[in-house]
């Protein structure tokens, strides 16, 4: 049986003392606890502990406090020292093995994503319910791979069950998908899916054909605002492709030797900045993107493709040229 503890007033945010599993997840937020209001009661009624907001400068003056399982901020309008308490509390985090979730708006997210080198931490930017409760839900299902031992076999199906409905709402809301399939090493399917062997380099036609260029920027351009004209005569979200627009608003990018700062990547990709931010993470991860670090600014950070993926977006074009000159 579970043993029960009690969060007084301090820890509740002014809410009564209320008994509590000592095994449910803790929750810590930092920043205006107004902002954090949305994702906290979430947080509460998935049955987690939620303690009460510090500022987020204190991470800095050492009195921050224990950092929770899931650890939430608010990090809108950041100076200086902001900047320097998220990038604290990033590095925490990663070492607590702490899920962190950061809220924050447009204005504020080149600064935020420059702070957050953390592969798990998730950025929303001005959140909607359902982007919290995915964001949540996401938290839980990584805390819960780590946390399995722990949690009595009745606790571990009640947050599965949990965890398992976050992800058919978030499936819904914005049908997640990424590139690159099982079918053959150039596909592109709608599975969630590593990328196959032509990708990582290791198909060895690929290594003996010479190395094609870049396509003409000019030529990207066109076709991405021929995507964007569909919008104009039909619903947008029945073309919604932002692993495709971010490939392609990239790959425009590195031809052009231009930076791309995310908060002009989330735009290039017709999506939700958190939608885009999810899309961001997830490339990143399976190697097709990489975060470039700005040499006179350490806080600030570009997105460009990898260089396999330069690689496979010019032989991509590359095949899309000889196939039109046959039709001539």
């Known amino acids: 049986m579970a043993q029960l503890a009690f969060v007084g007033e301090a820890d509740s945010g002014g809410e009564a003392a209320t008994p509590i599993d000592v095994l449910a997840p803790t929750v810590s937020l930092y920043g205006e606890a107004a902002a954090l209001r949305g994702l906290a009661q979430d947080a509460r009624s998935a049955g987690m502990i939620v303690r009460g907001a510090r500022p987020l400068e204190s991470l800095l003056a050492g009195d921050g406090g224990v950092l929770g399982d899931l650890v939430i901020a608010d990090c809108r309008d950041l100076g200086g020292a902001q900047m320097a308490a998220l990038i ?12 962190l979730v950061v809220l924050t708006d447009r204005d504020s997210l080149d600064d935020v ?8 931490t998730q950025i929303l930017v001005d959140a909607t319910a359902a982007e919290r409760a995915l964001a949540l839900g996401a938290a839980l299902m990584r805390l819960s791979r780590s946390r399995v031992r722990e949690l009595d076999r009745e606790d571990h199906l009640a947050l599965i069950r949990l965890t398992e409905e976050v992800g058919r709402l978030a499936a819904k809301l914005d049908g997640l998908a990424l590139p ?3 079918e053959g090493p150039d596909a592109m399917t709608g ?3 590593s990328p196959g062997r032509g990708f990582r380099g290791e198909d060895r036609e690929m290594v003996r054909r010479p190395r094609a260029p870049l396509p003409d920027p000019r030529l990207v351009q066109q076709i ?7 919008d104009r005569y039909f619903d947008s ?9 971010i490939l392609l608003d990239l790959t425009a990018a590195r031809a052009e030797h231009r930076r791309v700062s995310v908060t002009s ?21 399976m190697g097709i993107l990489v975060r470039q670090h700005d040499a006179e600014d350490r806080r600030r ?12 977006m010019a032989r991509y074009f590359d095949e899309l040229g000889r196939d039109a000159a046959k039709l001539t």
Do not use: N
């Not at 991405?224 to 569909?230: G, K, N, S, T």
């Open 301 to 312: 950070a570009f997105i460009a493709l990898s260089d396999k993926a330069a690689d496979a």
């Open 113 to 120: 994503f420059g702070c957050c080198e953390a592969a798990q």
């Open 265 to 285: 990547l989330c735009i290039a990709a017709a999506v939700p900045s958190t939608t885009a931010l999810r899309w961001i993470a997830q490339m990143t991860e």
């Open 180 to 182: 690159l399939g099982e």
């Open 224 to 230: 991405i605002r021929q995507r964007r004209l569909r």
């Open 88 to 99: 604290r509390l990033d590095e925490r985090a990663t070492r607590a093995g702490a899920q």
């Open 237 to 245: 979200e029945l073309f919604a492709d932002p692993a495709w627009d």
């Open 191 to 193: 599975r969630l899916a």
